[in-house]
């Protein structure tokens, strides 16, 4: 028994030099262990607010990126339209003035060559009524036919002035172009 006592004692002893050396240290280092987990899970948890409002940034970020994006998409399309618009105008000015142009030189040129070919005709008319006269008028025979046709188309177009054109025949005797006797 006296060895159960002593070794009640013994533990006893061990028990008091651990509570009293050993349990200080040991709860000290618990205690900071603790406060560093402690630390660590609030580092942690900050870390996880932080990384999920940097999250919320981004997707804002983002989602303005996109918004900017779609009006700037949308800026470049009307005025693309606009462009084209306004292309497609001044074409159309541009093709409606040439037309005109093209126009106005046209009619340029018609009046130019009728104005040429009235001329030409005129010449023409000329030669051609002076050649039908002279051929007309070299033979006496036809040269009163052609003026009592002449007379009779005069009085068909105007009763009174037959009157006057038989006044003139009878007044002036027929000139002759050919170079022989008088009729």
Do not use: C, N
């Given at each position: 028994?006296a060895?159960?006592?002593?070794?009640?004692?013994?533990?006893?002893?061990?028990?008091?030099?651990?509570?009293?050396y050993?349990?200080p240290?040991?709860?000290?280092?618990?205690?900071?262990?603790q406060?560093?987990?402690?630390?660590q899970?609030?580092?942690?948890?900050?870390?996880?607010?932080?990384?999920?409002?940097?999250?919320?940034?981004?997707?804002?970020?983002?989602?303005?990126?996109?918004?900017?994006?779609?009006?700037?998409?949308?800026?470049?399309?009307?005025?693309?339209?606009?462009?084209?618009?306004?292309?497609?105008?001044?074409?159309?000015?541009?093709?409606?003035?040439i037309?005109?142009?093209?126009?106005e030189?046209?009619i340029?040129?018609?009046d130019?060559?009728?104005?040429?070919?009235?001329?030409?005709m005129?010449?023409?008319?000329?030669?051609?009524?002076?050649?039908?006269l002279?051929?007309?008028?070299?033979?006496?025979?036809?040269?009163?036919?052609?003026v009592?046709?002449?007379?009779?188309?005069?009085?068909?177009?105007?009763?009174?002035?037959?009157?006057r054109v038989?006044?003139?025949e009878?007044?002036?005797?027929?000139?002759?172009?050919?170079?022989?006797?008088?009729?």
């Amino acid at each position: 028994m006296a060895v159960l006592i002593s070794e009640i004692f013994a533990f006893l002893i061990i028990l008091l030099v651990l509570y009293r050396y050993v349990w200080p240290s040991l709860s000290r280092m618990a205690t900071k262990q603790q406060d560093a987990i402690s630390q660590q899970v609030d580092a942690s948890e900050q870390a996880q607010r932080d990384h999920e409002e940097a999250r919320r940034r981004f997707e804002s970020a983002l989602a303005e990126a996109r918004d900017d994006v779609a009006k700037i998409r949308d800026t470049a399309r009307a005025d693309a339209e606009r462009l084209r618009e306004e292309l497609r105008e001044q074409a159309d000015r541009e093709v409606e003035r040439i037309r005109q142009r093209g126009a106005e030189q046209l009619i340029a040129q018609r009046d130019q060559t009728v104005r040429q070919l009235q001329g030409e005709m005129g010449g023409l008319m000329m030669a051609l009524t002076e050649r039908i006269l002279v051929e007309s008028l070299s033979d006496d025979d036809r040269r009163v036919s052609t003026v009592d046709r002449f007379l009779d188309e005069l009085d068909q177009m105007s009763g009174s002035e037959t009157d006057r054109v038989d006044d003139r025949e009878s007044a002036d005797p027929p000139v002759s172009t050919t170079s022989g006797s008088q009729a």
